[in-house]
C-alpha cells in the first residue's frame, strides 16, 4: 500500500538542521550556498548529495531533511530563516 507523504511539519530533523544552521557556520554555509542556487540547479545539487547520502549510508532522518529542500517553497522559506539567524532576528 502506498504511504501518504509526509509534511515538512512531521520532520523533525529539518528544524533541527534549520537550529544548526543557525548555531554553526559551516552548517550555514552549505546551506545557504544549495538555497541561492536556481531552483533546477539546487535540485540537481541536492540530488547528488542525496545519492551520495544514500551510498554512504547517511543517517535517514538527515537525509529527509535534506530532501525537504527539494520543494521550491520550501527551500525559499528555509533562506528566509537563516537569513533571519545570521542577522540576528528571532525566528
Known sequence: MA????S??????FITMLTV???DASVYA???????LPDAQRK???HKLLSHMIEAQAPQDFAAAM????????AEK??????K??????L
Not at 515538512?8 to 530533523?13: G, L, M, N, P, Y
Open 3 to 6: 504511504q501518504t507523504p509526509r
Open 8 to 13: 515538512v511539519a512531521e520532520i523533525d530533523s
Open 21 to 23: 544552521a543557525c548555531e
Open 30 to 36: 552549505r546551506l545557504e550556498q544549495i538555497l541561492t
Open 44 to 46: 540537481l545539487v541536492l
Open 67 to 74: 530532501a525537504c529542500l527539494l520543494d521550491d517553497q520550501v
Open 78 to 83: 528555509a533562506y528566509e530563516v537563516i537569513f
Open 85 to 90: 539567524c545570521k542577522r540576528g532576528l528571532a
